[in-house]
């Protein structure tokens, strides 16, 4: 199948978004054409983060400023997938939260309570903490070497989060500092696991042969389009280098220079 067709046989879109739509707080010009063009063809995308720094009103506002209009509905964020498997796994459970004020919210707002109490703690949650202390390090440090069976759970695996400038520490980077401190690894929720893509298509209804998830990595938005079966697109307009395309083990589908080709396949289909 050619790279237009596989577009264009998609129905439901799932974008990465930093080192995807934008960079940094600077959006790229194709963007806000290639969501209209999806809307205006029939078609759903909707924002796939696992940045947990920040809640969907967050999002809603960042997006705003940029010029595209968006809704609550329109994103899975590896927080809202967090909530979602600790309701399932650990309903009830009193949270520990490395993370912002942002991510607390949300998890309060799905229901649990958070505390910086660490004998009412019972599990550790690990998001991408943008207002991070050493005090919270050594209180998940505590939590994790004096309490084995304590659960701990991180909301996503990115080693970096990339900037107009280059790249900050992400959540997977902390987590690697804990670990080098008292051997243990969380639970990964986000990307690559399939969790984000099936609540998706859940949500909406979709199937995984109209479903794609579009993003700049490979080790998290791709692999978690392969983990869930569906078409998996790497932009190169992020993260991933010629090299390190060819290096890795998981490949994507299809390659694209960025997003601006989706917008020209999906032109190209109403001629």
Known sequence: MDQHRMIRKTKLFLFDQDGTLYLGDRLYDFTIPMLEQIRNTGRRYMFMTNNS?????????????????????DFITSSQATAYYLKKHYPGKTLYVCGTRSLIEELETEGFQTTTDLEQTECVVMGFDTELTFRKLEDVCKLLLTRKDLPYIATNPDLVCPTEYGSVPDCGSVCEMIFNATG????????????????????????????????????????SGLNAGITGILVMSGETTPQILEASEDQPHLVLADCGEILKALEQEVM
Do not use: C, H, Q, W
């Not at 967050?58 to 509905?73: F, S, V």
């Open 53 to 73: 720094s920040k809640s969907v009103t967050d999002y809603i506002r960042k997006l705003e400023k940029m010029g595209i209009n968006a809704a609550r509905e």
């Open 184 to 223: 243990r690894r969380p639970i990964v929720i986000g990307k690559p696991s399939a969790l984000m893509p099936e609540l998706a298509m859940e949500r909406t209804g979709f199937s995984k042969e109209e479903t794609a998830v579009v993003g700049d990595r490979i080790y998290t938005d791709i692999k």
